[in-house]
């Protein structure tokens, strides 16, 4: 399932926690697909606290506690990094990550607290949800096969890996224009892992992102980003965006589209879909309330009429969707881009 699908089922978990219908969730997915980024982005979009225990890290006693005298019996100090009304709050998400790369021992230990919301003595309190995550049987991480006890605590769902989905985080987070067209053109590329082999460096949505930051820290010294890039994604992907920067010097000036100029793109598709990435990252910048900033606007939607591959055009619209929301349809140039497309998608 996608994230944009996977993250209001959370959401609505969270908030049934307070109605005593929440069921503990749990996401499985190959390394680097965003599933422990996803629960940490609603808890901190949502303002609620988080706390992310990683089982494959802890012992069974980190869970049940140290046990101490009294008396003549034996009672169990509660860990305090179990949520706790007083110091926690009355509502939050206890993250259970890597819950099947944990020995067998501790996951025992954490049947109960998922599923009865109470270890011995302690409960967890009535309006924290509980989501787990763990790799695939197959993706080559450390795992156990969760047992059957286990798994029958938890609703299942796969996070599936989707171009769409990741734009949108990338575009949020300001990922480099370069990365985001690059995958426009090769979305295959966004997630590449062969579960018979055994790679150190592949491309995923997590990799990418180390992309992002070697094209912030290596700019200007192509042969120490060239190694880099290989680095972060695999050599493959690495040695084919490299190639893809080395040939952005053909594209057009910016400046000239948002001006309103009438450029000439160049021929070859790659960088067709590097434009279109460089005018949606410009346009994050622009305010259509503006004078100056309306008509580039303006003029980047008149300009997406121009692409001689559409969906490039339809895509980049799409773009501006996202950044500026209803305030697209407002511009007359929007208008005049739905009716040339319409006759477009009739021939």
């Excluded at 156990?144 to 987070?173: C, G, I, K, Q």
């Excluded at 580039?296 to 929301?325: C, K, W, Y």
Aim: glycine content about 8%.
């Amino acid at each position: 399932m996608r994230l944009s699908k996977i993250i209001p089922i959370l959401e609505q978990e969270l908030q049934s926690a307070h109605q005593g219908t929440h069921t503990p969730v749990m996401l499985w997915g190959p390394p680097g697909v965003g599933k422990s980024r996803v629960v940490a982005e609603l808890a901190d979009r949502l303002k609620t606290p988080m706390i992310d225990l990683r089982l494959s890290q802890i012992e069974p006693s980190d869970l049940r506690g140290i046990p101490y005298r009294v008396d003549d019996g034996v009672e169990w100090a509660v860990p305090r990094m179990l949520p706790n009304r007083e110091r926690h709050g009355e509502s939050g998400i206890l993250f259970l990550d890597e819950i099947n790369a944990a020995p067998p021992s501790v996951s025992a230990a954490a049947y109960q607290l998922i599923l009865d919301r109470r270890l011995g003595e302690y409960t967890v309190p009535s309006g924290w949800a509980i989501f787990a995550a763990g790799n695939r049987q197959g993706d080559r991480g450390v795992s156990h096969v969760m047992p059957t006890p286990l798994a029958n605590r938890f609703t299942h769902y796969e996070v599936e890996v989707n171009l769409e989905d990741w734009v949108s985080w990338a575009m949020r987070e300001g990922i480099d224009e370069h990365v985001i067209g690059f995958l426009r053109f090769r979305p295959e590329l966004l997630f590449e892992f062969e579960q018979t082999e055994n790679p150190i460096a592949f491309p995923s949505p997590r990799t990418w992102e180390f992309a992002h930051r070697a094209l912030l820290k290596f700019e200007g010294r192509l042969e120490l980003l060239s190694a880099a890039l290989e680095a972060c994604v695999g050599e493959s992907a690495g040695i084919e965006f490299m190639a893809y920067l080395e040939h952005l010097e053909k594209l057009p000036d910016i400046d000239a589209i948002l001006s309103g100029e009438l450029v000439e793109l160049p021929d070859e598709v790659d960088l067709q879909y590097a434009v279109a990435a460089a005018l949606t990252r410009r346009a994050k910048t622009l305010k259509p309330e503006e004078g100056v900033g309306h008509k580039a606007l303006e003029n980047i939607l008149s300009f997406a009429t121009h692409f001689p591959q559409r969906e490039i055009g339809v895509m980049l619209v799409s773009d501006l969707h996202r950044i500026l929301g209803g305030e697209l349809f407002k511009l007359e140039g929007f208008t005049h881009w739905a009716e040339e497309t319409a006759g477009l998608l009739v021939e």
